[in-house]
Structures are given as C-alpha cells and as structure tokens.
C-alpha cells in the first residue's frame, strides 16, 4: 500500500471537516483496513509509580508535584503475572507495563523489567513497555527477552511540548522512538489532548507521527486526565467533540495503525465512545485503573462491548509471537531471582497460571 505523505494543511482540513462527515469518512477508511467489530483491549500496569525527576506537567508521577498517589517499588514476578492472568481474564490480549523513569538505565531494576516482559511473554500476551527514554542496546534486550511494543509517546508538537516538558527535547523522544525500532519492536506513540495545545499542534503531531517509516503500529490517543497538584489541574475536561475529530483524523492520516482510546473515558459517555469507535478507535485500554488515576469499571466496558456488538481481538493478531531468548543465569543472577521473588504463592507454575485464565476467560461473558 503507497503510503501518503500529509501536509499540515492537508490534516487540519481533515480535522475541521463538518462531523458527521468526518466520521462517514474515517469509518470508511478504518472498514478497507480493519474489522470495525474487533477492538483490541490492553491493560496498563504501573510497574513502579511515582517520584520521577520529570516535569512533565500532566503527569501525577513527577516527584516535583504534590499529588496524591501511592508510591511504588517496581513490582515482583508474582505481582505482575497475577495481573497480567486477571488481565488475560477480562479480555485483555495486551499488558502494557509503565515505570515512572525519565530513561532506562542498565542496573539490576532493567534486569528485573527483562524477567517481567518474560514473565507475561509466556502467558501468550503481547507485552508492551512504557519505560522513557531507552538505547538501542536496551530495546534489544527487552526485544530479546520477548517485548513485543514499545510505548513512548511525543504527547503534542514540537513547539507546544516545550511548553509541558523541560527537562528533556523532542529529539530524545525521536531517537527513543528510532531505537526501539532498529531492534525491531512494534511502536505504540501518540499523544494528549486537553493541555492547552491549538488544533495546529494536534494535527502537528499527527504529521510527525505519520512521517516516520514504519509508521507507528499504535497510537494512544488520551484526553488529559486533570490531576489536583500538577500544573495542568485547572484544564478543562476535552469536550468529547474534540476527541471523535482526533481519533477520526489520527485514523484518515494513518489508516493501518491501532487508533487507542486511551485516558480519559471516565469522563465519555457510551455513545461519545460509540463515536469514537465508529471513527475508527480499534482499542482501548480497560481496566479499572489507568496507571494512577481511575478507568471506566471492567463490567462497564463489557457492557459496552456487549451493546455494540464489539469483539476483544485475539493476541498476536496482527504480528508474530516474539520467541524470547533463552538466557542462562549466572550465579549473580540466581541470586538477584530469589531477592526479588516473592513467598511462594498458592499458584506458582505458569502452567497453572494458565489454565485458570482460560477457566476465568470461559466464565467471563465477552
Ligand atoms: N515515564 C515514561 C514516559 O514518560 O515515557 C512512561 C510513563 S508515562 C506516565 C506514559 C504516558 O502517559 C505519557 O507520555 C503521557 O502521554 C501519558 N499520561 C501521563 N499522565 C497523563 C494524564 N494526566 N492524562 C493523560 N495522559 C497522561
Ligand atoms: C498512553 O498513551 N496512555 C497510558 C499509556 N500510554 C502508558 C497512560 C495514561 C496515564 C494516565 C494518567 C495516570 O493514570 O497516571
Ligand atoms: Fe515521569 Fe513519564 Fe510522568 Fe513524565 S510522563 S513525569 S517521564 S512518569
């Protein structure tokens, strides 16, 4: 498929096009590339909340803001393969796992993340990691260790992030974004609506978005969730009007990738979510937490799935299985798993694991 190349002008058309015919438009782009009926769902998991040196003006994470979140140390196995089953449970094909870090650093919390992404790689889910800024070398070792996505997000324009973030460039969100892909990782990047930012710094973003080669597998689209003691507290709930243009403009401008529903839907009624997907949103993240602020109930969005006819996308639907890398551990290693694994569990096989997702999967009506 030849892939356009947009120009600002082009996208802001788009975007500004009367609604209802937005809407026709993206539906009929998002029916010659998906099945409008499968929505792929994806469940966060904060891995490690909160005190990031970022100052990120959205964020409840960044240590420098008073909010009122729990602070976590990064999570054991157990921990997050018990997630990721009542994850697998509720329909989720997708755990994607956050830590509150500006990057990676090569220290043993990154050998921990790798028996992580392990961990849920063997549970047949597609595991992706949101981590921050990330070196080549690092994004193959998590590829090595079974990631399947890479989620870093370029969150608005060039010109506007200077105006959220200054502790770190939109230059270093690019080459994150480059070096998860030279190490072959399916790239999740999108952005937030609701800062602030002009309608020529959402489509901005969207150009940039689709300019890269390959172009991104997903892109999140979140409404700011406002959060009391972060910069952004005062800002406005995004009319859901603005949501239905920019998850219909985002799927015009680049029709293959996942167009995700992401923060925000607390505050969407289920028709302006209907909406959404009828402008072609093909996932969204459920759960009942997002990564520290609240998410619509797991009930509530089956309802909905139910209602609409909608069907949860199998894993691996649209890319292979990563096979992760047989490691042998060394000594040091050895030791670092028993300090980091928990009492034993009364479930503590994977093989076990499983089979009770599948039975919870064969209870839970989807
Ligand atoms: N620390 C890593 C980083 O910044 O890349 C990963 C975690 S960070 C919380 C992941 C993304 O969550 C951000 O890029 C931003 O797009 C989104 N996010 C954070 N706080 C948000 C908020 N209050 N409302 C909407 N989206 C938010
Ligand atoms: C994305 O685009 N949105 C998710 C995920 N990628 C990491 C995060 C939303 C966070 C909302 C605020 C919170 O819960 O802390
Ligand atoms: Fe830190 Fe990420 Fe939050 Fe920014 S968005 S403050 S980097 S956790």
């Known amino acids: 498929m030849e892939i356009k190349n947009w120009s600002l002008a082009e996208i802001v058309e788009v975007y500004n096009t009367p609604l209802l015919e937005l809407v026709y438009r993206a539906a009929s782009v998002h029916r010659q590339h998906h099945d409008p009926n499968t929505v792929q769902i994806s469940t966060l998991l904060s891995i490690k909340t909160g005190g990031c040196p970022e100052d990120c003006a959205y964020c409840p994470q960044a240590a420098r803001y008073h909010t009122d979140i729990e602070t976590n140390d990064l999570m054991t196995e157990d921990q997050v393969r018990k997630a990721a089953i009542n994850a697998q449970a509720g329909g989720s094909s997708r755990l994607c ?113 689709a300019s890269l080669r390959p172009q991104p597998e997903s892109v999140p689209i979140n409404a700011l969730v406002a959060v009391e003691g972060t910069p952004l507290e005062d800002q406005e709930t995004v009319p859901i009007w603005d949501m239905i243009r920019m998850v219909a403009t985002t799927r015009i401008v680049i029709p293959t990738t996942t167009v995700r529903l992401s923060a925000g839907r607390t505050s969407m009624s289920a028709e302006g979510q209907a909406l959404c997907f009828m402008a072609g949103a093909s996932s969204i993240f459920a759960g009942n937490k997002l990564l520290t602020t609240p998410n619509p109930d797991v009930h509530e969005d089956m309802e909905l799935f139910n209602l609409l006819g909608l069907k949860p996308q199998a894993a691996f639907a649209k ?48």
Not at 321 to 330: D, Q
């Open 97 to 209: 796992m956050g830590a509150a870090w500006r990057n990676v650093k090569n220290d043993d919390e990154f050998e921990q993340v790798l028996r992580l992404v392990k961990t849920v790689n063997e549970l047949d889910m597609e595991v992706c990691c949101t981590l921050g800024m990330l070196t080549e070398s690092q994004a193959q070792r998590l590829a090595e260790a079974g990631l399947y996505a890479y989620n870093h997000n370029l969150d608005s324009s060039e010109e506007f992030y200077k105006e959220i973030i200054s502790t770190r460039g939109y230059e270093d969100r690019l080459q994150t974004l480059e070096n998860a892909r030279k190490a072959k990782l399916t790239l999740c990047s999108g952005g937030i609506i609701g800062m602030g930012e002009s309608v020529e710094d959402r489509c901005k973003m969207l150009k940039t978005l």
């Open 319 to 366: 890319g292979e299985k990563p096979t992760a890398k047989k490691v042998e551990l060394s000594e040091v290693e050895k030791a670092e798993r028993i300090k980091w694994s928990r009492p034993k569990h009364k479930i503590d096989t994977n093989e076990e694991y499983k089979s009770l997702a599948k039975e919870k999967r064969s209870e839970v009506k989807l």
